[in-house]
């Protein structure tokens, strides 16, 4: 029994368009979630956690741990007040704020005097198999780096286990080095989104060289335009990662800009591995057409078949079903008129003529060989 594949459903998310908007204006979207701030306070030796839902929660824990580096980790874009204080207590740029809740950036990375700003998409399956495209932006600026994202979906659960263990330099390498480990977590997840990717496809291969129908070219189409999806995120994300190892800012060290290599090399792969996936559910397309116009084929060839066989059949019953009459009103023979009318055993002799007639036409079809291709 064929297996079908899932039906991959695309969260939509309309854009919110304000024509003539002051640049810089900072507007919710309405399905924006409120806030929730988590603020990691580390050094070498120390981590200090604590949650809020205001500015104040923030500042508060920077004071408090003043020789740490700090995490400002924000899920849910839906305070507007929040990112205008955020973005007067770090002294930001009005359209850097714009650009964090204008949630359909691509991923690009800005230098600015004293700070930088970076975006990223992330890709995922949720569990309603709906194929989540959101975005992620974070701040690096002096020891602080703050990361905003757009739902309450611990993303980023591998760098917070990772802070707490406390080994590796996640501790030590500064905001930059926290900026390159949420940029390689979205990357690594783009290969396990891939991978899911992949086992659609070997799926979809399967049920078309076991039992083929129509479904397959709607899988295929939907794995592709899932497939595009995801090259537009990792194109202008491997420009954000050369950016950054070009990057003079102090902000990126040295350190930094080697790991970075590192993950410029995996955004090459998944685009790799996207541009191959690509093809592949294209040719898949292009084969269940093939096959179908194959077996159309076939099937014409069937009906050509029976169709030449039987059009003599059909010539010798027309010719003798005319109803021209034999005998004219006064009883005499009409000459050249049907005599096998009157022939003895003719309806038998008409049956074997039609007998042999199709007979000697399915003995040349069966000699070359055109039953065995069907």
Known sequence: MATYTKRVHYKNRKRQINVGARPGSIIIPDDAVKPQIVIYSFNETDLQTSKGTDMKAITQQIKKCKDHTHWIKINGLGDAA???????????????????????????FDEYDGYVFGTSRVIYFNKENELVNCQFSGIVKDNIIISFEESHLDYFEAVTTRLKAGKGIIRVGGPGYIFYALTDTILDNYFVLLSQIGDMIDTTEDKLYQRPDKSIMFDAQQLKRTLIIIRRSCWPERDKINDMIRSESD?????TKLYLRDAYDHCIQAMDMVESYKEVTSSIIDLYLSMVSNRMNEIMKVLTIISVIFIPLTFIAGVYGMNFSREDAHGHLIPDNMPELYMHHAYIYALLLMFFIGAGLVAVFWKKGWFNKL
């Open 82 to 108: 929040l990112i205008e204080d955020i973005g007067t207590f770090l002294d930001i740029n009005q359209l850097v704020l714009e650009d964090i809740v204008n949630t359909h950036q691509r991923p690009k």
């Open 251 to 255: 902000l990126i060290s040295k350190d």
